[in-house]
């Protein structure tokens, strides 16, 4: 009896902290600081289809923000970051893609490139730097957390990069205005979630431990 008693305790406790801000849209989270960030943290997932809207601008602010307010290395802040919501950027660079992949087209529900998102952020790092791409990391990561505190959802896009990086997209990559010598990171796609978020990818908890 006592078991039982204590796992619907538990059952109860973990469905408060892990639930505590399911309506996070509507900002109306009553969470620990605590509970709030790492319920975000653990329910943040890769978004692969979004709603036409792009993302305010006021909110892009606060995520780039929040950024640009991850740790790097000696505060050097090594990073370029440029928000694109011009639908004729987005339209052009998935044209050059589908060109390059026109089994892109293929995919269901295909608009554009960039998993259908209306917001894509560039980043962009020192080709030669001493942490450049970790920071540039810390900062993604930073961007896509707040988002999602704030019911946007985005998804890291390595694969833009070689698309960025040919030569039919050299106008759009030079309208980044990136600073010379940065190279592209990643392209983070930023938008409204349309449908259900999926559920997370397995992870492998034993790849970290304590040595004794
Ligand atoms: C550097 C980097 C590049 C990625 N590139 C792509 C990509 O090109 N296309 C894509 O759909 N997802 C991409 N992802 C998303 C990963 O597939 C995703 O983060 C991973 O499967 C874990 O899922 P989760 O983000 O939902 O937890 C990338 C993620 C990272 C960190």
């Keep these: 009896m006592k078991r039982l008693t204590l796992s619907i305790v538990a059952l109860v406790a973990a469905t408060m902290f892990y639930g505590c801000c399911s309506e996070r849209a509507t900002n109306e989270c009553e969470c620990s600081k605590e509970q709030a960030v790492v319920e975000t943290i653990m329910t943040r997932r890769s978004v692969r289809d979004y709603k036409a809207e792009p993302v305010s601008r006021e909110q892009m602010a606060k995520v780039v923000e929040c950024g640009i307010y991850a740790p790097s290395a000696m505060n050097m802040q090594p990073w370029a970051v440029r928000v694109v919501d011009a639908p004729d950027f987005i339209e052009g660079v998935t044209a050059i893609a589908v060109e390059q992949m026109p089994q892109l087209k293929e995919q269901e529900g295909f608009r554009n490139f960039f998993r259908n998102a209306p917001t894509v952020a560039f980043i962009a790092c020192p080709e030669e730097s001493y942490s450049g791409e970790y920071d540039c990391g810390l900062l993604s990561e930073n961007m896509m957390v707040a988002a999602w505190s704030m019911g946007i959802g985005s998804c890291c896009l390595g694969s833009v990069v070689p698309v960025m990086n040919s030569e039919a997209a050299k106008p759009y990559l030079e309208r980044l205005n990136l600073p010379e010598d ?11 979630p349309s449908g259900d978020v999926p559920a997370a990818p397995a992870r492998d908890v034993s790849k970290a431990y304590y040595i004794e």
């Design 182 to 192: 940065y190279k592209l990171m990643v392209a983070i796609a930023f938008g409204y």
